[in-house]
């Protein structure tokens, strides 16, 4: 399982979320050693940083999140591989208490992220 300061989300069908950009930020440390990693993983073609509020059981529940955009070539590496890389290298960076969540950017969910999200990493 990922470090404990790192989660993994999926959409469930028909779920309804809110996607906009966090009020607040991680630190500068912490984007810059994400964009710093995803530069060693091959895999990774872009990262988006976007807060997605979701309905659970009646309430909306804010959540920051990473967006992984996956290159077309072949991957050597899993998802979860991808997702454990990115979120040990910010482990000991977030602030107490700052949960940062990944997901990888797939269809019409991934273009509003493109459109909306904060790009954080693009390779070249």
Same mark, same amino acid.
């Given at each position: 399982?990922?470090?404990?300061?790192?989660?993994?989300?999926?959409?469930?069908?028909?779920?309804?979320?809110?996607?906009?950009?966090?009020?607040?930020?991680?630190?500068?440390?912490?984007?810059?050693?994400?964009?710093?990693?995803?530069?060693?993983?091959?895999?990774?073609? *872009?990262?988006?940083? &976007?807060?997605?509020?979701?309905?659970?059981? =009646? /309430?909306?529940?804010?959540?920051?999140? !990473?967006?992984?955009?996956?290159?077309?070539?072949?991957?050597?590496?899993?998802?979860?591989?991808?997702?454990?890389?990115?979120?040990?290298?910010?482990?000991?960076?977030?602030?107490?208490? *700052?949960?940062?969540? &990944?997901?990888?950017?797939?269809?019409?969910? =991934? /273009?509003?992220?493109?459109?909306?999200? !904060?790009?954080?990493?693009?390779?070249?």
């Amino acid at each position: 399982t990922p470090p404990g300061n790192v989660a993994q989300i999926g959409l469930k069908a028909g779920e309804q979320v809110m996607i906009g950009v966090p009020a607040k930020r991680p630190s500068e440390e912490v984007e810059r050693t994400l964009a710093s990693t995803a530069e060693k993983i091959p895999e990774i073609a *872009e990262l988006y940083l &976007f807060q997605m509020a979701a309905q659970r059981e =009646g /309430q909306w529940s804010p959540d920051k999140v !990473i967006g992984i955009q996956l290159t077309d070539s072949p991957h050597e590496k899993s998802i979860d591989e991808i997702v454990k890389q990115l979120g040990g290298s910010i482990q000991a960076k977030t602030a107490p208490g *700052e949960v940062l969540n &990944f997901m990888v950017l797939q269809g019409n969910f =991934g /273009q509003t992220i493109r459109a909306r999200g !904060i790009l954080l990493f693009r390779r070249s």
